[in-house]
């Protein structure tokens, strides 16, 4: 048996390269708190450059980065229409609540993402003493099931976003991913959001870090909402060095991910025992839904993986996620799919 561990949990588990790796040794630092970190700000240029924004700001993490955008966009007691899949709902520890003293209106529909005629039922269009304002809302592209937003969906809610003015938030995790899928510039999906934040460490290879872009006056007062929330760093350069290399190289060999995941996909759809989910899988992400004894069927291929060497979560209402990579090749992906018909002769 191979030993050697196939690793599909998720990619934020990517280790940073060579390369990346004698950047950051290599990384010329100051004091970013004073503006003084020339690898920094050379990352928040290029990150602004790219996404089509005046500025940006480097943050620990896309948690931070959501956080600090709500914190600076929102007053407090204001309400944020979000959609209830969304990551800031459901995976940031109930931040909005504590950071910004927000509440969160959510809505919920079948595709995981909403459109202007599911928001403009919960905009607030009349002061009232009774009602809170409306102060932000936040779209996701790409979706946290891997699905991409089509682009006219957004065009739409920030046309009508601007006509009550209520900025919008685009929790761009895996942008692009979605850039890719589209086969558009990122800044073609930027473009909807007064605020973007983009990871540097989910599939982009870099060990840490995430940034928040906008227009200068936003990204002014972000700085010093991150300061409060203790987000301000010294000597930064050695993890802004690996996501400039993240952001001009690996950033181009995301279709490789998304080629690995339509194999595992397509080898899976092959036995009746699994369905996949979303039945349309756009980029990196996918789920394994199963027929029959759900709770059952998903603990066997849980534990027939991880007795293989290939980790995967545990199921999560009984569905398995699978996330490739850029530490996952197309040998190991091969691997597998020569492993699922022995997975499914012994469910």
């Not at 919920?108 to 009232?128: L, M």
């Not at 957004?154 to 976003?161: G, T």
């Not at 789920?287 to 199921?315: A, C, H, M, T």
């Amino acid at each position: 048996m191979n030993k050697k561990i196939i690793d599909l949990r998720s990619d934020t588990g990517t280790k940073p390269n060579a390369e990346m790796r004698q950047a950051m040794y290599d990384a010329v630092v100051g004091d970013d708190v004073l503006g003084e970190d020339p690898t920094i700000n050379e990352l928040e240029n290029l990150s602004a450059e790219m996404l089509g924004k005046e500025a940006a700001l480097f943050v620990p993490s896309g948690t931070f980065g959501n956080q600090l955008a709500l914190f600076t966009h929102c007053q407090r007691g204001n309400e944020v229409i979000i959609h209830d899949d969304s990551h800031i709902v459901q995976h940031e520890a109930g931040g909005a609540a504590i950071i910004a003293a927000v509440q969160l209106r959510t809505i919920s529909t079948e595709n995981g993402y909403f459109t202007w005629d599911n928001i403009d039922a919960k905009v607030r269009k009349t002061e009232d003493i009774h009602f809170p304002k409306t102060g932000l809302i936040v779209c996701q592209n790409s979706l946290g099931n891997g699905s991409v937003v089509p682009l006219n969906i957004m065009e739409e809610i920030k046309i009508n976003a601007e006509k009550y003015n209520i900025p919008v938030h685009i929790d761009g995790a895996r942008i692009f991913n979605a850039a890719t899928y589209l086969q558009k510039d990122v800044k073609e999906i930027a473009k909807y959001g007064d605020s973007i934040m983009f990871c540097l460490s989910k599939g982009l290879g870099a060990p840490i870090g995430s940034v928040l872009v906008g227009n200068k006056a936003f990204i002014e007062k972000a700085r010093a909402n991150r300061k409060i929330m203790g987000g301000g760093m010294r000597q930064a350069g050695v993890l802004a060095a690996p996501g400039i290399i993240a952001l001009t190289k690996m950033t181009k060999r995301l279709k490789d991910d998304h080629e690995n995941a339509q194999i595992l996909v397509k080898e899976f759809a092959k036995h009746p025992i699994f369905d996949i989910k979303p039945k349309d899988v756009h980029t990196n992400i996918f789920y394994l839904k199963f027929n029959g004894d759900k709770e059952i069927i998903s603990q066997k291929i849980f534990l027939l993986l991880k007795e293989n060497n290939i980790l995967v979560y545990p199921p999560r209402k009984n569905e398995i996620r699978f996330v490739t990579h850029l530490n996952v090749s197309r040998e190991e992906i091969n691997r597998i799919v020569e492993l699922i018909p022995e997975l499914v002769k012994r469910i």
